[in-house]
């Protein structure tokens, strides 16, 4: 009689967990069509609706996720004219027209969409101090000058105290430059500002992936992941149309700390930046994709009465990602990605990440969500940021730039220099950076696989442009 039993119980059992596993696996049939994959080398799979779960709780009854709607906004350009002007003192006058370009696009920028914040100070009833900022919020799309050139002297100028006309050819000549733009101006937060410089796809390292120590264990199912993670990551980059980037192999100086932010010192960023020529460098940490039985507890301690092994049925992976500044030493963006996985997570060593095999897996499917989801990100962190790069030698007259013909830089294209001053500045140990100030344009005259060759078109005095300078968009 107690056989009788031990084999209903088995056969229980057995039932039982096949209708778990069939509850909990991923429904092959039930695939989203996925149509930015390529045609030839990408992995040929969907993303399951029931084995994936994202982080937000906005779900629907069958357990997809709840998309907002969103609202179709046009933004329409504005066009304005506008005047700008720049001493020529000291300076050539080429450079007080670049100058005057300047301060004429910002003139009028401030035409639209300008916000107005006031601050006003009180004492014994009598105002001390007031002032006022204003910002907008306005991009510049395009440009065109109308009139440019010395301005004219007013009367003041033109006629001395006793009213008599100067003759004096140097006391009566104009010392500013002015130039007349019109300006086509818009709001639209995804659009760039179309100014020189503002349209390069900007250098990007890719750093090899990094993981928690405590989570070396919960991946020893998934081979090549940190590596696999790289070259995959840097794949999609490039299907996105992103050319500009490198991958690199990093020390552990970069991550001196995995329960924190990258390490940011200069000592550390420097040298990436030296030896790459990438103005953003991409880390990517692995902090979470441990394995776990999700029954519960009275089920799994009948699966032990009977020797049944307790197989892991869900997964937990979640990822950070850092897009560095490597000239200002800084986080330009960063995001946090998790996701819950449900049903034969286990992957196997025989299935390499990055493989076919592997991204057919519950656990592939999730990584391919992750590198969906970062890719993105990244991509629009880099969406209209502004080139900073920097001078790197002087050669007969000739200015070498970190500047590759994967940017888009073209021949004829206008830079401006910022020459920096003195030490750098720091303070209770920390490093503040250099002042530096405008001090010429360079036009580019040749471009290099890494490197570009330019000439000073304009500058402000001898010997201000020179080796280690800032070279910017404007």
Known sequence: MKAVQNFVALLFLSVLGNSVCMAEAPNRSDFLNYEDSPPENAFKFQLPKPSLVPLENRKTLDGSEVLPVQEVIRYENRCVHAKGTASTEGVSEAFARQMAIRDALKNASMQNNVKVSATQEMENFRLTKASERFTTQSKVQQYQITREGMMELNFENQYDQYGEEIKDAEKKASTTYEVELDVCLTEDPAACNQTPGNQYQLKLAVAQVAMDPNQGQSVSDISNLLRGYQLELDRRLTLQGYQNKEMIETGSNVYPNLGLTPNLSPDVLDPIRDRTGAQYLLVSIIRSASRHNDDSNTWNNIKRFYNQEIKPNARYIELDWYLIDLMNHRVQAQDRLGFDVKGNVTVGREKPFGT??????????????????????????????????????????DIIIFLSADSGAQVGDTLAVYHKFGNAIRFQGVDLGVDSEPSGFLKIKRIQNKFAVATIESQQGQGLIDVGDLVKAW
């Open 356 to 397: 076919n095999a592997f991204f057919d897996t519950d656990t592939g499917m999730v990584f391919h969500a992750l590198l969906e989801q970062q890719t993105q990100g990244v991509m629009q962190s880099l969406h209209c940021l502004a080139l900073e790069t920097q001078i790197i030698d002087k050669r007969d007259g």
